[in-house]
């Protein structure tokens, strides 16, 4: 099993990034897919989910600014990201949940995304 992440990068603040994880070894459509970010020094933190069934949920830090979705013909969860500010600066992770098992769950490597102020 397989979830590359990709899309981070430099941002100035106000400025958008569209982050995408491609999901490999798995049948993507029995996983619900997440995106998680850590800061420097903090801990890993939950940001949003988008159900097998495309019902997204954000936690209040990013909603109105963060949309997920998914792409099920290419495997592929997306988070757009826009007016980003320098606290949205941190690793961005990728993740996956089998809708029947818990125990089955991955994931991606994380990439890097800094806002500069």
């Known amino acids: 099993v397989q979830l590359q992440a990709s899309g981070g990068g430099l941002v100035q603040a106000g400025g958008s990034l569209r982050l995408s994880c491609v999901a490999s070894g798995i049948p993507f459509t029995e996983y619900h897919m997440a995106w998680y970010r850590q800061g420097p020094g903090g801990q890993r933190e939950f940001l949003a989910r988008i159900s097998t069934e495309s019902i997204p949920f954000y936690v209040d830090s990013v909603k109105g600014r963060f949309t997920v979705s998914r792409a099920n013909a290419r495997n592929t969860a997306i988070l757009q990201m826009n007016d980003l500010k320098p606290e949205d600066t941190a690793v961005y992770y990728c993740?996956?949940?089998?809708?029947?098992?818990?125990?089955?769950?991955?994931w991606g490597q994380g990439t890097q995304v800094t806002v500069s102020s």
């Open positions: 993740h996956c949940l089998n809708r029947v098992d818990s125990n089955f769950n991955y």
